[in-house]
């Protein structure tokens, strides 16, 4: 088993995650930033480390889920769709019931998608600092 923590990767995935989600909770909601935003986008942040940290985790076991690979690319949003759902389930919806309007389906796809985009924002903006991410 080859696994090695990057803290690097995960800090700059949180932090594109976490940017991403609560300007679009701002801009295109119109939500609160400090009511319901930084929730939300925390439990994004969240959801996204954990995906990244499974699949790391599962590339490490098994040889095929690689960063290149079509598991990979099935993977990574499905856990970060899943814990995105539970996540905004304990952190979002009990403490912003009159805010709170996701279904589980629409977190759930908010989540998949989420991940897919931050993926592709991440990449170009890390690389300006010099770090080029493969997740």
């Known amino acids: 088993m080859n696994y090695s923590?990057?803290?690097t990767k995960y800090l700059t995935h949180a932090s594109v995650a976490f940017l991403t989600?609560?300007?679009y909770d701002v801009f295109v909601e119109g939500k609160d930033f400090y009511n319901?935003?930084?929730n939300d986008a925390g439990s994004f942040a969240l959801a996204s480390i954990g995906s990244l940290w499974t699949v790391d985790l599962l590339s490490g076991v098994w040889g095929g889920l690689h960063a290149n690979s079509l598991q990979h690319m099935i993977a990574k949003p499905l856990f970060s769709a899943l814990f995105y759902m539970y996540l905004y389930d304990y952190m979002v919806r009990?403490?912003?019931v009159r805010f709170a309007s996701r279904t589980g389906t629409e977190t759930f796809?908010?989540?998949?998608?989420?991940?897919v985009i931050t993926s592709y924002l991440e990449n170009p903006l890390s690389s300006l600092f010099g770090y080029r991410n493969y997740n």
């Open 109 to 115: 796809i908010m989540g998949g998608l989420g991940d």
């Open 5 to 7: 923590v990057d803290f």
């Open 21 to 23: 989600f609560s300007a």
């Open 36 to 38: 319901y935003a930084v």
């Open 94 to 96: 009990p403490n912003n």
